[in-house]
Every structure is written in C-alpha cells, then in structure tokens.
C-alpha cells in the first residue's frame, strides 16, 4: 500500500504542478502604451494593445526527391490597439491629428514617412508598477482607423481603434 500511495501521489505531483511563487506570471491587464508626446495620445486612453507577432518567409531548396529550408525574409504583422473616447479634445481628434500627417482627406494630400511615422514603446508591468518587459515599435504607421459606431439601444462607451504597422520591434527587456 505505501508504495501504491507513493505512485499516486508522485503522479498527482507531476499532472498538478503549480507555478513556482518565485516566478510570477505576467498579466494582460498590466501594461502601459506609450506615444511620442507631439501626436498628444495619453496612455490611459489605451484599452487594449496587441502585441508583436512577425513571421519569417520560408525558402525551398529541392533537391532530387527532397527538400530543405532557410530562412527568407521577415516582417512584423500589424497591432491593433483600441482607445477609450474622451471629451474636449476627443480621443477621435487626437487620432485623425495623426491621420492627417498620414494624408490630408480635407485636401488628398499625402505626408512624408519622416512626420507621420511613429516610435512607440510597449511595457509590461509587475504588480507594483515595475516594468519588466519593454518593446520598442519602430516605425509605426496607421494602416486603418474606426471610430466605433453610435446606437440609441447601447450603454457602453465608445471606442476608438487603430491598425498599426511596424517596421521593426525590439524586445528590449
């Protein structure tokens, strides 16, 4: 029986192992976005905020009845990140200030990449408020913009959302 009670118990302990205390989790709810202070966006406003993903293109090498790989070129997917709307100036404005260095739809003219694109840095957070992990995005422009949609039967707040695209990230910590 003691060794019955031995296996079992040793099977429990693998099947429920528990994260060690001496290493905590990460928690999605805890993290900051920060902009650069001239397109005037508050990282409060942040609701959420993907986080990098990139792919690395594949090249074939056949060979007889076979293959083999390398890799080919690599590129950072775009993030979305949503916002709560605010009052005077609104969330939206502060958006489509940003949109306008993109292109001007009052006149169709287009920006030069050296105004419109953006660093922004992405931090995760401890639960104190210790940043624990910090991503540097380079390069960010807009690729779309949607300021949510009003309805008289909705008691909810509203929401902005952006797709950025990265030229580069860089895990930094």
Not at 11 to 27: H, N, S, W, Y
Request: charged residues 25%; aromatic residues 12%.
């Amino acid at each position: 029986t003691t060794i019955y009670f031995k296996i079992i118990y040793k099977m429990a302990v693998l099947m429920f192992r528990p994260v060690p205390v001496d290493q905590e989790p990460k928690l999605k709810n805890r993290f900051v976005l920060e902009f650069p202070s001239d397109i005037g966006i508050e990282s409060y406003l942040v609701q959420t905020a993907k986080r990098p993903s990139m792919k690395i293109e594949k090249i074939t090498i056949p060979y007889m009845n076979s293959q083999s790989y390398v890799a080919g070129r690599y590129y950072f997917d775009e993030m979305s990140i949503s916002f709560i709307e605010v009052l005077g100036p609104s969330t939206s404005q502060k958006i489509m200030e940003w949109v306008r260095l993109h292109a001007e739809p009052a006149t169709g003219k287009m920006g030069y990449a050296v105004g419109y694109k953006k660093n922004l840095v992405l931090k995760c957070l401890d639960p104190v408020g210790v940043e624990v992990e910090k991503w540097t995005l380079v390069g960010c422009q807009i690729v779309s913009a949607d300021f949510d949609e009003n309805s008289y039967a909705a008691n909810e707040l509203l929401t902005c959302t952006i797709v950025i695209q990265p030229d580069r990230c860089f895990l930094d910590a």
